[in-house]
């Protein structure tokens, strides 16, 4: 086990709806890094948090926004759900630079 | 062109068959390569990292060719176990993001 929870582990919403994920890093570990994976694709970067503040984000709509806190958990949350959104969530925890450790993921289904 | 592409498979080989994947990546200043397996409907786990000088652990041998930008990973003698799908995996310039391919499955047979 790598020691990175998320949760919760299934989830189902409606479009137009509001989500929030949430992901407990590896102990000592810094750096949360957020990834989607739609069915039959790979997992796609959202964004990065180090240190509380966002350190890269790749090609995803302002509606998709994070936090990290103080004791280097994060959440993930997603405004207005579309039916695209439907995918497994994974964070990664890190200390930065080196291997990002996968928690188990969220499956998110939007109806 | 896609950043990091590969033969999505699926790769149906009887157990003992040695069988090889590669994969092409887009960014010549790409530093970080790796080849991550991920279970059906489970996390990605990274299976070993990619350098230049190629490197092998076990049964499984990655190897690296900066010029042409090809990944490749082989595996030897297949066992059961190693049915899942493998990510070829490229980290961005920035050191921030890993860059994921679509993934190889893989199903080895009795």
């Known amino acids: 086990e790598t020691g990175v929870t998320q949760s919760p582990t299934h989830l189902i919403k409606t479009r137009g709806q509001q989500v929030t994920l949430r992901c407990s890093s590896q102990?000592?570990?810094?750096?949360v890094s957020w990834y989607q994976q739609a069915l039959g694709q790979g997992p796609q970067f959202i964004f990065q948090y180090y240190r509380e503040e966002e350190n890269g984000r790749g090609n995803f709509p302002p509606r998709f926004s994070g936090l990290q806190f103080p004791n280097y958990s994060s959440e993930l949350n997603v405004n207005a759900l579309e039916l695209d959104d439907s995918a497994l969530y994974l964070c990664?925890?890190?200390?930065?630079?080196?291997?990002?450790?996968f928690g188990p993921g969220t499956r998110l289904t939007v109806l | 062109r896609k950043e990091v592409e590969q033969d999505p498979g699926p790769f149906n080989v009887p157990e003992g068959a040695t069988v090889a994947f590669n994969c092409t990546y887009s960014?010549?200043?790409?530093?970080?390569f790796f080849w991550y397996r991920q279970d059906c409907r489970k996390e990605p786990k990274l299976l070993m990292s990619v350098y230049s000088s190629g490197n092998e652990d076990g049964r499984f041998t990655a190897q690296l060719n900066r010029a042409s930008q090809y990944i490749s990973l082989l595996i030897r003698d297949s066992k059961l176990s190693d049915s899942a799908t493998y990510l070829c995996v490229v980290k961005d310039q920035a050191g921030t993001a890993l860059i994921f391919g679509k993934g190889t499955t893989l199903s080895v047979s009795s």
């Open positions: 960014n010549s200043a790409s530093q970080s």
């Open positions: 102990s000592g570990h810094n750096t």
């Open positions: 990664a925890s890190s200390l930065r630079p080196r291997e990002q450790f």
